[in-house]
T-cell receptor, first 112, second 117 residues
Framework: AQSVTQLDSQVPVFEEAPVELRCNYS??????LFWYVQYPNQGLQLLLK??????LVKGINGFEAEFNKSQTSFHLRKPSVHISDTAEYFC??????????FGEGTQLTVNP | ETGVTQTPRHLVMGMTNKKSLKCEQH?????MYWYKQSAKKPLELMFV???????ENNSVPSRFSPECPNSSHLFLHLHTLQPEDSALYLC????????????????FGPGTRLTVL
């Protein structure tokens, strides 16, 4: 079975600052990794995913994430955030033959 | 309509009412899911259907009753709910494991915000 830990429950930042949302996973087999974003009162929307190949994955809205197998991490980054990036972000992991497992979420709040 | 749709978007009900939540997916997927999202709590997987067969039921109280008449539609029937059942109920769909997909990428609907008075 897989597990996911999102290390920060809340991340406040100022507009135009860089941000990193941390995600660590645990698995004994190869994994596929996802970041979802949830805006207030909406469902989850896929931001980006790592399936194989290049460890740097680019997603929508200027976000990117880097898969680090040795550190079992998949941190999400954006070089300059906007007010509109305020949302909850979920890291998720799955492996072949397993269901998606979600982290507890990180609330990103971008302040003016 | 594209993707995953859910109706209604908002629902207020009393503890003695009976209501149903509806989910429809237009992605040709063969698995559907119900999740409960409460404030300050992680996502809770409630039910999983694969090819209209319930394959997972995660200790959900019997006052929640799912129904999957075909691979495109999923319902959650509600009766005699409690105030602590107030939450955002999310539906998702995917290609199921070993039936066309090796990984379980899920696509979500916008959710139904349920308030139980």
């Amino acid at each position: 079975a897989q597990s996911v830990t999102q290390l920060d429950s809340q991340v406040p930042v100022f507009e135009e600052a860089p941000v990193e949302l941390r995600c660590n996973y645990s698995s004994s087999v190869s994994v596929y990794l996802f970041w979802y974003v949830q805006y207030p009162n909406q469902g989850l929307q896929l931001l980006l995913k790592y399936l194989s190949g290049s460890t740097l994955v680019k997603g929508i809205n200027g976000f990117e994430a880097e898969f680090n197998k040795s550190q079992t991490s998949f941190h999400l980054r954006k070089p300059s955030v906007h007010i509109s990036d305020t949302a909850e972000y979920f890291c998720a992991v799955t492996a072949s033959g397993s269901r998606l497992t979600f982290g507890e979420g990180t609330q990103l709040t971008v302040n003016p | 309509e594209t993707g995953v749709t859910q109706t209604p978007r908002h629902l207020v009900m009393g503890m003695t009412n009976k209501k149903s939540l509806k989910c429809e997916q237009h992605l040709g997927h063969n698995a559907m899911y119900w999740y409960k999202q409460s404030a300050k709590k992680p996502l809770e997987l409630m039910f999983v259907y694969s090819l209209e067969e319930r394959v997972e039921n995660n200790s959900v109280p019997s006052r929640f009753s799912p129904e999957c008449p075909n691979s495109s539609h999923l319902f959650l029937h509600l009766h005699t709910l409690q105030p602590e059942d107030s939450a955002l109920y999310l539906c998702a769909s995917s290609q199921d494991l070993n039936r066309g997909s090796s990984y379980n990428e899920q696509f979500f609907g916008p959710g139904t915000r349920l308030t139980v008075l």
